[in-house]
């Protein structure tokens, strides 16, 4: 399995970005696919996650109404709309995969990094105030 992030760049605040992970290698209709992001100085964290299969979308608090997760089938691709930006959303993002052969999709530990099996480099998002 490869990931490919790409999409990041330098936004001022209140502005939009489009984050994409393109995968390959696998047949992904049955995995878990997340975004994390890491700040300088502090541990990844958790950002959103979709089930390929259903669709199914878990987001975090913090970028809750402000982010999308979705993806596109025919290209294999994640995304991750990113609108309303504010300087504490910059980081490095990264998306991540896992099969979902020993938990369901649905699973909380898909909140965790250690429940994914694959990862992709980051992409740098830094929003300036």
């Known amino acids: 399995v490869q990931l490919q992030a790409f999409g990041g760049g330098l936004v001022q605040a209140g502005g939009s970005l489009r984050l994409s992970c393109a995968a390959s290698?696998?047949?992904?209709?049955?995995?878990?696919m997340g975004w994390f992001r890491q700040a300088p100085g502090k541990e990844r964290e958790f950002v959103a996650r979709?089930?390929?299969?259903?669709?199914?979308?878990y987001y975090a608090d913090s970028v809750k109404g402000r982010f999308t997760i979705s993806r596109d089938n025919a290209k294999n691709t994640v995304y991750l709309q990113m609108n309303s930006l504010k300087p504490e959303d910059t980081a490095d993002y990264y998306c991540?995969?896992?099969?979902?052969?020993?938990?369901?999709?649905?699973?909380?530990?898909?909140?965790?990094?250690?429940?994914?099996?694959?990862w992709g480099q980051g992409t740098l998002v830094t929003v300036s105030s």
């Open positions: 290698g696998r047949t992904f209709s049955n995995y878990v």
């Open positions: 991540a995969a896992d099969p979902a052969q020993s938990r369901p999709y649905y699973s909380n530990t898909y909140y965790s990094q250690k429940s994914y099996a694959y």
């Open positions: 979709i089930a390929w299969s259903s669709g199914s979308v």
